[in-house]
């Protein structure tokens, strides 16, 4: 079996299992891992652990909250503020009952839900292949709807009038806008709306870390094309947003595309494909590209009386777009990113873990690390560190030695560490140590942004 980080390739080996259930296979050694330094290190927490934990919701810590937001950025960045034909909406969760029985919903979102008549535990009857794999049984009860909305009520009275519901997807705010975002931005096809938000589902079995839970968030994209238009730009999408992943540093070799059958289209799909990730336990749908056609806006015009549509001046005829959809989940997209850059390695002799995250990702960028407590080096390099917190997301450390300093960062993905020695107040410079190759340089403070936006222009030296 292959050493954890060795060479290029996968970053832990590939998915054993010998169909035992509660076996554990090595690809499960290396997800307990990962969850284990979550933990430990501030990116993700069981909510309400003090009362015993709530099944299915984590919180994010102070480094999963950095790196949460530095992935939402990312996509915002790439989705939003370098294209001139998308704009960005923030729509409300709550919305009421109508929208979901025009959009569908109401009637089609739902999963096939099994009893295991042995344990008792719930699956999703297409999940299971007729096996419970908790014990084993394949005595299971009929499969069943069972309806993934979270119900509410809105007001102080309980009655159908009031009834609301929380957002499984944040598509819908996208396409009730559509009017809104057209008068007002005077866009045309082809041209898109961006979200990025909160979305809840009832997940009949919560499962594998945050890869599937109850609340997430979401990053959507509608493309409103001409219908003539849509397969090309479908296309398009599913090339941009593969090369989204593997330019901040997921290996082309842990991603592949899936295309749906058509008797797992959803309910306004005309098609669509999975990019999947090989997670420890084996493919998993990373993001979705759907060509929803023109249901939505077809249905929301058909239940509200309003005109969704628009003119062609060079034909003079008034349409319905079709959207193309690529839709990601910012929690699962965090999963994948920090499991494809854990690694286990050695530097001089000693065993380290190390993310080797992409800098824009990591929720850390620059540890600035003065050698020692002396007031003359701690002042000097809180200045440093001023110079350097406009620009980057830092981290000030001074405790232990040096060595188990830069552990501790290469182990939540720091890029680069600042160390400010006792020849600094000499010589004006500053060492500059390396995440992936350990190398380090001494550089002159007043040289130092210059140093690292270099190293920033270049990802992939963050890469090896």
Request: glycine residues 8%.
């Amino acid at each position: 079996m292959p050493r954890f980080g060795e060479g290029r390739g996968l970053p832990y080996p590939a998915p054993m299992s010998s169909g035992t259930p509660g076996e554990t296979s090595a690809a499960d050694a290396v997800m307990d891992k990962v969850v284990n330094l979550c933990k430990r290190r501030g990116f993700i927490f069981p909510s309400a652990e003090i009362y015993g934990g709530f099944r299915s919701t984590y919180d994010y810590g102070p480094l999963g909250a950095a790196m949460l937001r530095n992935v939402k950025e990312a996509w915002w960045r790439s989705m939003v503020r370098l294209r001139d034909d998308v704009v960005g909406i923030d729509a409300a969760i709550l919305s009421p009952a109508a929208v979901w029985e025009a959009s569908g919903h109401l009637e089609s979102f739902t999963d096939p839900l099994v009893d295991c008549r042995s344990c008792h535990e719930r699956w999703r009857a297409d999940q299971i292949e007729g096996t419970c794999p908790r014990c084993g049984s394949t005595d299971l009860t009929e499969a069943r709807a069972f309806h993934l909305m979270f119900k509410t009520h809105a007001g102080p009275v309980e009655d159908e009038a009031t009834v609301a519901y929380l957002r499984p997807e944040t598509a819908q705010g996208m396409f009730t806008n559509f009017a809104n975002v057209l008068t007002t931005t005077r866009k045309r096809p082809p041209f898109g709306i961006a979200q990025v938000g909160k979305a809840f589902r009832n997940e009949i079995t919560p499962q594998n870390f945050v890869f599937r839970t109850r609340e997430f968030e979401l990053m959507e994209l509608e493309y409103f094309v001409p219908p003539a238009d849509a397969e090309r730009w479908f296309d398009y999408w599913v090339h941009e947003r593969l090369g989204w992943f593997t330019d901040l540093g997921i290996p082309g070799e842990l991603l592949r595309v899936r295309e749906h059958e058509a008797d797992e289209l959803s309910h306004y799909s005309k098609r669509t494909v999975d990019i999947e990730f090989r997670f420890p336990w084996g493919w998993g749908e990373l993001e979705g590209v759907a060509n929803r056609g023109d249901y939505d806006l077809t249905a929301h015009a058909r239940a509200s009386g309003q005109r969704l549509e628009v003119f062609d001046p060079a034909t003079g005829e008034r349409y319905v777009p079709y959207v193309i959809e690529p839709a990601l989940g910012a929690t699962r997209a965090m999963m994948a990113f920090l499991l494809a850059a854990y690694q286990e390695d050695e530097v001089a002799g000693e065993a380290r873990t190390v993310l080797r995250l992409d800098w824009r990702l990591a929720p850390v960028q620059v540890a600035v690390l003065p050698l020692s407590r002396k007031p003359e080096l701690e002042g000097l390099a809180r200045q440093v560190l001023s110079m350097l917190q406009p620009s980057y997301q830092c981290d000030y450390d001074v405790t232990q030695s040096i060595g188990r300093r830069y552990r501790r960062q290469d182990e939540v993905g720091t890029p680069w560490c600042v160390t400010i020695d006792f020849d600094t107040l000499d010589d004006q410079a500053v060492t500059v140590r390396d995440r992936d190759s350990t190398a380090q340089v001494r550089v002159p403070i007043a040289e130092l942004l210059e140093e690292l936006a270099g190293r920033a222009r270049r990802p992939e030296l963050n890469r090896s």
